[in-house]
């Protein structure tokens, strides 16, 4: 039987009449392994972080923000124009128009009220992907593609917390397939969007509709989860930093997951959860070179290890702080590791890395609101000292623990008089992570990236 595959266009896709044209010539493209069952919208690239102002300035009684209404209208309004012939044209013009009423509505109480409530907010950014869901059905039908649009408040449903909601995974996966069971033509579904069960609109965060796009794959069971953005992949390194950096043509989601949590942009590291529970694999694909391979990032880490013996990618964090606890008290042991932990799990901030001696535990972390609390605290257990301007590489590859990477990748350091500390290496080979000071981190990536990719 041939499967299902869900594709996600994010904001750049979505940006322009000229951009959507790119999204639907690849939606049209037959394909033989798989029917495409979704497709994922995100809202046109800016219109998010406007509708973010808009409703700010409207609850601070500033009426500026009837101007970017003004400007988002016109903008949604020459898509249409553009997009769609005159056939179709007015039912897609009565939708933007009965939306931007509705918001307009949203932001006015807003603006009277001097408010605006988290669930107000998920309400007023919710317009983005459902402009651009709605644009796309039209341009769509107007090509005589079968489609239908799809809120995904009726399918996603999420806890109360509105700006960053959770997912009730139980109650989605059952709304997912009973919908797709009942609606066989492609879905375009509203990505980042959700709603509580009394039906009230959350966002799953910042560049949620990656994730959006995960949840519906892996509860439909697909195939293949397509991201489609404005890059062919995800890259070996930053490529501002290091020119010569190019498409990682294969990752395993542990690897994916390190590159993601560590800084590299491309995926939202949310996304990885639905996909790996289901082992389904996710491509990256640039919608505006749409024949280049991409990345896939494959559900199976024990192929990729033999595969791969070396390193894949690199990517790093800067600044973080490294806080050091020494004891003599460690000696004998029993717990003190435990307890280090609880001090920043009490103090809600969370660790990235962590090495361990004899006497001493160090950890970096990137986040210092908590930090004064935080010495009080380890002070109780031992000396503690704080390094500012420190920054974590980490590199990632099927096997970065065979024999021979670690020796290579701090021989060529060393001889760039690069000095390391606090080396982390995942049991299963995923990753090799460490610390540099700030003012070396960039030189390490290049050195790193010359000696493992350039070859
Ligand atoms: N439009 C939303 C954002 O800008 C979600 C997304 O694009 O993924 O955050
Ligand atoms: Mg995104």
Not at 31 to 44: F, G, P
Not at 125 to 151: K, M, P, W
Not at 282 to 294: A, H, I, Q, S
Not at 402 to 428: D, N, P, W, Y
């Amino acid at each position: 039987m041939k499967g299902v595959k869900v594709l996600k266009f994010g904001g750049t896709s979505m940006g322009s009449a000229r951009a959507i044209k790119k999204v639907i010539a690849i939606i049209r493209k037959p394909r033989q392994d798989a029917r495409i069952a979704a497709v994922i919208v995100s809202a046109m690239s800016g219109v998010t972080n406007e509708l973010i102002k808009c409703a700010q300035l409207a609850s601070k009684k500033d009426s500026g923000y009837k101007k970017i209404l003004k400007d988002l209208e016109r903008k949604h309004i020459a898509a249409v124009g553009e997009l769609i012939g005159a056939k179709h044209r007015a039912k897609t013009l009565t939708c933007v128009d009965g939306l931007f009423r509705q918001l307009e509505s949203v932001v006015t109480g807003a603006y009277r009220l001097q408010e605006l409530s988290p669930a107000g907010m998920a309400c007023v950014v919710s317009f983005g992907e459902r402009l651009s869901g709605h644009i796309l059905v039209g341009a769509l039908t107007d090509r005589q593609v079968r489609c239908e649009y799809l809120n995904a408040r009726h399918i996603i449903t999420t806890d109360e917390q509105h700006e960053s909601a959770a997912v009730d995974f139980v109650r989605t996966d059952k709304n997912i397939r009973s919908h797709f069971r009942k609606h066989t033509s492609l879905q375009v579904v509203t990505g980042f969007i959700g709603a509580t069960p009394d039906g009230r609109t959350t966002t799953l965060g910042r560049g949620g509709s990656d994730y959006s796009a995960a949840i519906v794959g892996a509860a439909l069971g697909a195939k293949a989860i397509e991201i489609w953005t404005d890059v062919s992949g995800i890259m070996t390194a930053d490529p501002r930093l290091v020119p010569k950096a190019k498409v990682v043509p294969e990752l395993s989601f542990e690897e994916a997951g390190e590159l993601a949590y560590f800084g590299a942009k491309v995926l939202h590291p949310k996304t990885i959860l639905p996909a790996m529970r289901k082992r389904i694999p996710v491509k990256v694909l640039n919608t505006f070179m749409p024949e280049d391979r991409g990345t896939t990032i494959v559900p199976n880490f024990a192929q990729r290890r033999k595969k791969s013996h070396t390193v894949d990618a690199l990517t790093f964090k800067s600044p973080v702080i490294a806080v050091h606890i020494n004891s003599p008290k460690f000696f004998d042991g029993n717990g003190f590791i435990a307890r280090i932990f609880e001090v920043f799990n009490a103090c809600r901030t969370s660790i990235d890395v962590v090495t361990t001696s004899v006497t001493s535990v160090s950890v970096t972390i990137d986040d210092e609101k908590n930090l004064p609390k935080i010495i009080t605290y380890l002070q109780e257990l031992g000396d503690v000292s704080i390094e500012r301007g420190k920054a974590i590489i980490c590199a990632v590859g099927g096997a970065v623990n065979a024999a021979g990477v670690a020796g290579r990748m701090f021989t060529v350091l060393g001889q760039h008089k690069i000095a390391v500390e606090m080396i982390s290496q995942a049991s299963s080979g995923v990753s090799m992570t460490f610390v540099v000071g700030t003012r070396d981190a960039e030189k390490a990536l290049k050195v790193l990236h010359k000696e493992y990719i350039e070859g």
